[in-house]
């Protein structure tokens, strides 16, 4: 029930470069998921007596062969305690290799082979969390590592650390962070409508050979790295577990300090509170941050609320207090782009996400994975489910649905009433002559963990919630992300949105609204395979694949169809299986602790690196 350890070696530098259309993995297993076992969610109980080693998967940064790609020196950051994070055992996270011979589980959907993102390390909760805080308690079991050392937690200011971070690796990123502007919101002006046509990013503001990735990575002049943001969605009534405390500092650790300042962490914090007129008065401001948001991060936190976003888009659909951040939940982010374009891509996480592996290993292989993606079928394969099970390799997924698709797919922008694309146009008149070549090298504009899929011919009940547009709720082209919980935008497709609701007053659900505006635009979105699991023991993955893979009526997007609630109990979003809380019991076994919270017996359960969504009341 248990695939073969795909790594035998230690963790190797994570590198990758926009010029080159492959990415170098950590997963090295010569197997081929065609001997693949029956898929499992059976996690392996304890990790004792197996190899413990710290996990580093960064980049070998600043030998001979690294700076000949980038342009800069990577610098150390300092950490919570008070050192260089890198090189410091108490401030990076342990893992447990798999030996030759151990087991470790298979996905049904997805794959750690094929996207890079290797499986052949599992991760038990203090291995992983307690460079965070997260302390071994009596009775807890054996651990094979040491206690780090204590940090007074509310000392730390992660906004500092960040900044200083930043200032030691500038010269490293070709977009300059302007140290002026404060990390908060403002009301618009006059100005701000009548120069909105200036915040879009058109295709002439891209040379030829950016836009045609075979010519742009033929270049050997050295390349500034991009940054990437980090935006944890979060509301003022929420409490702040030490679970989730954990999750924030290894975000911030691992993504920030350890790359020498390639991401940065936010928390963007909805205020529901209307009495609470954070924008009128900086002293209410500081008020509602000290109120609501824990002293460490209060320097990395920035502020919204409903009136300020009505005052950005007053004619794009209805706000309310108590549904605004479902409802309009990219309003926020596509402001955060205005205020710091310093920027290319901005990922929005919802804080009941968990990971139980490294997140920058986690990030740049999703990232590097869609950039090599070509565009010829992709939003055709963005709309299926990958199953190594029935699919073998994904080369042979890709064929599978370039035989099913009718006529060549979508190319380029699908043109929509009012809309004039920002992004490029094809190289050839028809997809046919393209050998699967364009967009090859090409960042991804749109990622989602989710398929991306049509949903006129769903009965999801926001497929007509379209306001606005010419081509009116039928007529609109569209596609959607049942799932936001993690998405990543580009900087253009955000600009893009931003535009057409302040001209328009354009909207659709925050499912439809970053994956249609791509369609309508010939921007790049991907929908990458996440490994998923299954905690069902009677389907055979032939059968789960043609349930989930089926677009007709009695496919899991289709409310009519009982078989829909399989969509509703996947590991890392849905919850898996039939047990509609399988996330949440996964993730309190894998902390040792019962539905009450309570310690629940010595046993450290190893997971391998795998997303769980949504993770409540923890």
């Not at 392996?44 to 001979?64: C, G």
């Not at 824990?294 to 300020?308: A, G």
Request: hydrophobic share 30%; aromatic share 12%.
């Amino acid at each position: 029930m248990f695939l073969r350890s795909q790594n035998n070696e230690p963790p190797k530098p994570y590198e990758s470069s926009p010029e080159s259309s492959t990415t170098e993995v950590i997963d090295t297993d010569e197997g081929s998921d065609s001997d693949l076992p029956q898929p499992s969610a059976n996690f392996k109980e304890s990790a004792e007596n197996w190899p413990f080693e710290l996990y580093d998967p960064y980049p070998d940064y600043n030998s001979e062969a690294w700076t000949k790609k980038w342009q800069g020196a990577h610098f150390g950051c300092e950490g919570p305690r008070g050192v260089d994070v890198n090189g410091n055992e108490d401030d990076t996270l342990g893992a447990y290799k798999l030996p030759d011979d151990a087991l470790a589980p298979s996905p049904i959907f997805g794959s750690y082979r094929e996207t890079g993102l290797g499986s052949g390390y599992c991760f038990q909760r203090h291995t992983r969390n307690s460079p965070y805080g997260d302390e071994d308690k009596p009775g807890d079991g054996p651990s094979d590592r040491p206690q780090p050392s204590k940090v007074n937690w509310e000392k730390v200011d992660w906004g500092r650390l960040q900044q200083d971070c930043y200032v030691r690796n500038r010269d490293r990123f070709e977009e300059k962070k302007d140290d002026t502007v404060p990390l908060m919101f403002r009301y618009p002006n006059h100005e701000d409508t009548l120069h909105v046509n200036e915040t879009l990013i058109l295709p002439a503001e891209k040379s030829e050979s950016e836009k045609m990735a075979r010519n742009w990575f033929s270049s050997d002049s050295k390349k500034h790295k991009k940054r990437n943001a980090i935006l944890l969605r979060t509301y003022d009534t929420k409490n702040y577990t030490p679970d989730n405390l954990y999750h924030i500092r290894s975000l911030i650790t691992e993504l920030t300090l350890h790359s020498g300042a390639e991401y940065e962490v936010f928390l963007m914090v909805q205020i529901i509170d209307l009495d609470k007129h954070i924008f009128s008065d900086p002293a209410v401001y500081q008020g509602a941050l000290n109120q609501y948001v824990p002293r460490e991060f209060h320097n990395i936190s920035i502020l919204f609320n409903v009136p300020l976003l009505e005052a950005w888009y007053p004619k794009a659909g209805k706000h309310n207090p108590n549904n605004s951040q479902q409802v309009h939940m990219s309003q926020p982010l596509q402001l955060f782009s205005l205020l710091r374009s310093d920027f290319d891509l901005y990922w929005q996480f919802e804080l009941d996400v968990r990971y139980t592996g490294h997140h920058y290993h986690h990030l740049e292989a999703i990232r590097t994975w869609a950039q090599k993606q070509p565009r010829r079928l992709l939003w055709e394969r963005d709309a299926y489910f990958y199953s190594p099970y029935i699919h073998k390799t994904w080369e042979n997924f890709r064929n599978k649905v370039r035989q099913i698709t009718n006529g060549g797919g979508v190319w380029g922008a699908v043109t929509a009433t009012g809309i004039s694309p920002v992004g490029p146009r094809p190289p050839t008149e028809f997809p046919e002559e393209d050998n699967f070549e364009w967009g090859v090298g090409e960042p991804a504009d749109m990622i989602n963990v989710s398929p991306i899929i049509d949903p006129v011919q769903t009965h999801m009940m926001f497929r007509e919630a379209i306001d606005n547009y010419p081509d009116g709720k039928k007529g609109t082209p569209s596609r959607a992300g049942p799932v936001t919980a993690m998405i990543a935008v580009s900087k253009r497709l955000l600009r893009a949105m931003h535009h057409s609701q302040v001209t328009m007053g354009t909207h659709m659900m925050p499912e439809m609204l970053p994956e249609s505006t791509a369609f309508q635009h010939g921007l790049k979105a991907v929908a990458f395979p996440e490994p998923t699991y299954l905690d069902i023991d009677d389907k055979a993955p032939e059968e789960l694949e043609s349930i989930f893979n089926d677009q007709s009526e009695n496919g899991i997007w289709n409310g009519g169809s009982p078989n829909r609630l399989l969509a509703q109990h996947v590991n890392f979003w849905w919850s898996t299986g039939f047990k509609p809380d399988f996330s949440n019991i996964l993730y309190r076994k894998w902390l040792g602790i019962d539905s009450e919270g309570k310690k629940a017996g010595e046993q450290r359960l190893c997971l391998p690196a795998m997303l769980m969504h949504p993770i409540k009341g923890i």
